[in-house]
């Protein structure tokens, strides 16, 4: 089996950070992937937004240096999370990522200031369980 994704949009939120029992880094990403389809004799725009978790010094880098409306590369698999709400089954998609690698803003409105702050590369953390 192969289960690997690769996603390019921008993010629709602030990053979230928390820490596992274990101590572990945990970081949640919303992200925004535009395509454009073609109907009839006309172009569509369509949106997906996909839930991204990403762990370890990845999730704290992504947390310190990533804000809503930037743009990322994520690479990772799909897991489905399963739960039982008000007697209710629910159950939703999101991809836990392997890679997130951040794409350089479209305008720099201030030279020297703190959106100027090239990130680390960090790309070797995985899923810690």
Avoid: C, H
């Avoid at 629709?12 to 928390?18: G, K, N, Q, Y």
């Amino acid at each position: 089996m192969f289960n690997r994704v690769i996603f390019v949009g921008n993010l629709t939120r602030d990053p979230e950070l928390r820490y596992s029992p274990q101590g572990t880094a945990v970081a949640t990403l919303g992200l925004a992937v535009n395509s454009r389809v073609k109907q009839g004799d006309e172009y569509k725009d369509e949106t997906l937004f996909i839930d991204i978790v990403v762990f370890g010094k990845q999730a704290e880098n992504v947390t310190q240096y990533l804000s809503k409306g930037r743009g990322v590369i994520v690479e990772g698999r799909l897991r489905e999370r399963r739960w039982e709400y008000e007697g209710q089954r629910k159950s939703k998609f999101e991809v836990i990522a392997s890679t997130v690698r951040f794409l350089p803003r479209r305008e720099i409105q201030n030279s020297g200031g703190v959106d100027d702050i090239i990130p680390p590369e960090e790309n070797t953390d995985l899923e810690p369980f």
